[in-house]
């Protein structure tokens, strides 16, 4: 069944808090820890089976680059998969090359990964409104 054939009332940005701080304080993008990304994806997953809800995860690219196996699985469990971009960075922030490369880095990764279109988006910090312009 299509993810489209279903009703989703939750979204989530994934991603990884202490991914974007390190990047943040040092410019350096590390991969993801372990054992608290996939504790928190599985703790995620868990309960949307255990109440039979589907979500949309919006994937930010950084951390699907080094997790593609925990994208896979959340696109598995019948989720839907939205982009958040690759870097995380405001959108308001960017010009518009950057700002085209930050969203189709993400897609070719994240649909390459789960080898299925995307549909949806959400800017990291909210960064798109009404006020934001090229």
Request: no cysteine; hydrophobic share 40%.
């Amino acid at each position: 069944m299509d993810s489209h054939d279903h009703s989703f009332t939750l979204s989530i940005d994934w991603e990884e808090f202490g991914q974007l701080l390190g990047r943040d304080h040092t410019g350096v993008v590390m991969p993801a820890v372990p054992k608290t990304i996939d504790r928190q994806t599985d703790i995620m997953l868990s309960l949307l089976d255990e109440t039979k809800q589907k979500a949309t995860f919006f994937i930010l690219g950084m951390l699907a680059q080094n997790r593609p196996d925990l994208v896979k699985k959340i696109a598995a469990e019948g989720h839907e998969i939205g982009m958040h971009g690759q870097n995380h960075i405001r959108m308001n922030t960017l010009s518009y090359k950057e700002a085209y490369n930050d969203l189709s880095d993400a897609h070719k990764l994240v649909t390459d990964i789960i080898g299925a279109p995307i549909y949806g988006y959400r800017a990291p910090y909210f960064s798109v409104n009404e006020t934001w312009k090229f």
